[in-house]
């Protein structure tokens, strides 16, 4: 990851709540669908943005939290999958882009997620 792409995504997550929003609430399907995304892209970001391999991120079981608020139901399976598709899509297009926008934005909302669902530890940037 370049230098400026560190420096955003970490901008990006400490940025003011008013002007990090994302347009989806937290509810189970949005946290499902970051949850997965970000069990799908773990090794990629890391490879990325090496500097998430210094945090908790790389701890953190990403698809134990999907597979927990998911239950086995089917219905929130197809409910989350959108979400985890367009989560996922944002992640990739920092790649092409070499922002980290969409990173941010996804580990922002799992952050909230995490707090709405009582899980820990939850993503958090050394400092």
Request: hydrophobic share 45%.
């Amino acid at each position: 990851m370049r230098p400026l792409a560190v420096a955003a995504l970490f901008a990006a997550l400490f940025a003011s709540p008013a002007a990090a929003q994302d347009p989806w609430k937290v509810d189970k399907s949005s946290c499902i669908g970051a949850y997965g995304a970000l069990a799908r892209q773990k090794d990629q970001l890391v490879a990325w943005a090496p500097a998430l391999g210094k945090t908790n991120f790389v701890s953190i079981d990403w698809a134990a939290r999907k597979a927990q608020l998911l239950g086995g139901s089917s219905i929130y399976e197809a409910a989350s999958k959108p979400y985890e598709d367009n989560y996922e899509m944002m992640m990739l297009r920092d790649r092409i882009d070499g922002g980290a926008k969409g990173a941010a934005t996804v580990l922002e909302l799992s952050q909230r997620c995490d707090e709405a669902f009582k899980f820990s530890p939850t993503f958090a940037m050394p400092g």
